[in-house]
């Protein structure tokens, strides 16, 4: 390649570097490992626990301050431990800058570091290649610059003199020298770092409804236990004791157990996607995904594999298919005798024209070595067994103005290229334009492969009165599993867009391949976007819409155009290009194998598979770990009604009727008895119906959440507990308005804590539907909830025999009459359940019957 220039000299070069900087994207301001750690333990229900340690502590109970302490510390650094990457993308985008650069200055090459590269510099580049700075092409020969980790574009461009090339890109082919323009933080690559940046992820639908459950709670816990202060000293009791009892009644109906049980549930939920190939990198990103309602997804790389293969080719003689697997040479070749024998003679032509292309095997996959679309003419020759080499072969590049790439060699004149450059070359073939517009349009890149005997010295010499051998259609194919997919995200009820930077005909034809495209067809271009948001909502705010040529920037406006309608948008990408909407997405999803560092870094959600597909099965698991968090708030709400209960009772007969249960009997109910369960119901496994339809709630606690967990399974198991608690005290003499023996009170007393334990044993059956009963479900659906019950059983005999416990407590072993009312409460919170399921059904029917009648 001929000199362009003597280059910089060394001293200049030198002056630059220290007036503007080595060549190396700015650090972001990161923060504090420190203050990531903080966050967690200082959210609104953090807080709140905090607050219910201190007043634990005042009230004379410090183990159970310690307790509460410890629940909030582990939760924060299990949080911390799992999104103390998440801030990290635009830090791995230096990885994209190579460690050495080819050079001219002093009128020599010379190898230097990347981070002294200099405006002014003559970089030399040739391929397989990493360009490490913008710059203006000054020589070319045969260039081809991979984009699409920036553009999305899967087909190499071919810049020539006077064009830009961009840092972060690779050279697929070719030689170049290259002027720098820009370093560091100037470059294109550092903007899409800064967009990467300032991309601010929005706040989890699972946070702001947790808010909202924790904020409720905690105001009724306050306003109970201020209420239960007026009580005590109306009652008569002294100030401090009723302050201190306030205390307790306040603590006693904070949901310490809530935290960890979410936490936990949701990192059970990761570990589960985590089989599936679906790592999770944001714990709340699991119900996140769950929530999702629209889905915007790239093509390139996400819905299809990222390989260029040949899929159909045309000849004189015939027309052929092809199949195989990406880059892999074996494969077949589908057609007449005659026609495949014509794609032979095509096949070891384009094989001459692209003798540097191959397929290299690399950890058990099939590689491109050279230009994607070379490599896969290579492929078709050796699917075909076809040799195609030559000796002492002169060659002629292509060139982006002749469109043309040839060589002439022993054999004669080869020439592939663009077909509207080829065949006004080729003398008459009849079909042959037919051929090309079908191709073109089922979306194919097209190739025409001609020939002359003969030799030649010059390109002008060579590519004339040529015969055209054929024509290749060329596909960037869909990936297997992408249409079933696609068809279980419409089911229930996720609307898709294609968001591309490719050509809007490919685009067209993949979305139409795979079914993604809307019934209206609607493909856009990024440059006709409208620049209002609202405009932007309306327009993309369907399903199946395809928007082709799109920038990052358009990529962001996007994602928040439909957020601000009321969308949870789930952004799917692989590039270097997509980290800023990964990022300000409700959620990000980036593919594992094939995808950049900054696309795996900016997003909550990494397909380690690359399968589309498997983000539906994410989306399944999401959507059963709503459920779940729905399944053990009704468990947790339930058991606050009958810890309630009691003081409720106690505080409307003026005393009359002693206390059921103790504040510390409460405690040991969130904490020792009642975690385990829920966090088993937590890992309920999804149903048939998890993916039908849009089965999603407005908010965690609903009308029908409170009225099942207050009015049925509340009440049912609150009644049972203190049945047994009275009737074990009248059986022991006890009459309305007089003080129980001690030993008396704590036998019921135990009789009513056992009693709301194994109601809870039921309840936490009842809790894994909204709709069978649990006679119908049976008893070994979910085996961790067996050993939870197993385990709750054996913490209930502790508390009640295992010394100093039951003194500690307040409530003592139920006697023989005690047990059997305390175990009565099991078939009454079943009976109640089952009735208020039988009810619901009959209701559900009877509105489906007058929709039908009203629509027949």
Known sequence: MTVATTGLSSAEAARRLRDDGPNALPRPRRRHPVLLLVEQLAHFFALM???????????????????????????????????????????????????????????????????????????????????????????????????????????????????????????????????????????????????????????????????????????????????????????????????????????????????????????????????????????????????????????????????????????????????????????????????????????????????????????????????????????????????????????????????????????????????????????????????????????????????RPGTAGTWEDAERDLELLGLVGLQDPPRDDVADAIASCRSAGIRLAMITGDHPTTARAIAEQVGLLGPDGLVLEGRHLPEDQDELGTLLDQDGVVVARVTPEDKLRIATALQRRGHVVAMTGDGVNDGPALRAADIGVAMGSSGTDVAREAADLVLLDDHFGTIVAAVELGRATFANIRRFLTYHLTDNVAELTPFVVWALSGGSIPLAISVLQVLALDIGTDLLPALALGAEPPNKRTMVGRLRTGSLIDRALVRRAFLVLGLSEATAAMLAFLTVLVVGGWRLGETPDAALLATASGTAFAAIVLGQLANAYACRSASRPVLEMGLRGNRLLVWAVAFELAVLAVFLFVPPLPDLLGGSAPSGLGWVLALLSVPVVVAADAAAKMILARGTRSTGRQIRSSTS
Not at 395 to 424: E, Y
């Open 49 to 451: 626990l905090w607050a219910a340690a201190v007043l634990a502590w005042i009230a004379g109970m410090p183990a159970l301050a310690v307790a509460i302490v410890v629940v909030v510390l582990l939760n924060g650094l299990f949080a911390f431990a799992q999104e103390f990457r998440a801030d990290r993308a635009a830090q791995r985008l230096r990885d994209l800058m190579p460690a050495q650069a080819t050079v001219r200055r002093d009128g020599h090459l010379r190898q230097v570091d990347a981070s002294e590269l200099v405006v002014g510099d003559e970089l030399v580049l040739e391929a397989g290649v990493r360009v490490c700075a913008d710059g203006e092409v000054l020589v070319a020969a045969g260039l081809a610059v991979d984009e699409s980790m920036l553009t999305g574009e899967s087909v190499p461009v071919r810049p020539e003199a006077g064009q830009k090339v961009h840092a972060g890109t690779y050279v697929a082919e070719g030689e170049a020298a290259v002027v720098v323009t820009a370093t560091g933080g100037r470059t294109e690559l550092a903007g899409i770092a800064a967009l990467t940046q300032e991309a601010k992820p929005p706040r989890s639908p699972l946070t702001a409804q947790l808010h909202k459950v924790v904020l409720v709670v905690g105001l009724m816990a306050v306003a109970v236990g201020a209420a239960f202060f007026g009580v005590a000293v109306l009652l008569g009791l002294p100030l401090s004791d009723g302050f201190l009892f306030a205390i307790g009644v306040t603590v006693a109906l904070v949901p310490e157990g809530l935290l960890p049980t979410v936490t936990l549930s949701l990192a059970r939920a990761a570990q589960s996607m985590a089989a599936k190939n679906a790592l999770v990198r944001r714990l709340d990103a699991v119900e996140t995904l769950g929530a999702t309602t629209f889905i915007c997804t790239d093509k390139t790389g996400t819905l299809t594999r990222n390989e260029m293969s040949v899929v159909r080719v045309w000849t004189p003689r015939g027309e052929v298919t092809v199949q195989g697997n990406g880059y892999e040479p074996i494969g077949s070749v589908d057609g007449t005798p005659e026609a495949v024998d014509g794609v032979r003679t095509l096949a070891s032509s384009a094989k001459r024209c692209s003798p540097t292309a191959h397929a290299l095997l690399h950890d058990g996959r099939w590689q491109p070595v050279g230009d994607p679309m070379e490599v896969a003419l290579h492929v078709l020759a050796a699917r075909l067994d076809v040799d195609g080499t030559s000796e002492d072969a002169l060659r002629f590049p292509f060139d982006p103005r002749r469109r043309r790439s040839s060589v002439a060699d022993s054999d004669g004149v080869h020439v592939t290229g663009a077909p509207d450059s080829v065949l006004p070359l080729c003398g008459t073939t009849p079909g042959a334009h037919e051929a090309l517009e079908d191709l073109a349009n089922r979306g194919l890149r097209v190739l025409a492969v001609a020939r």
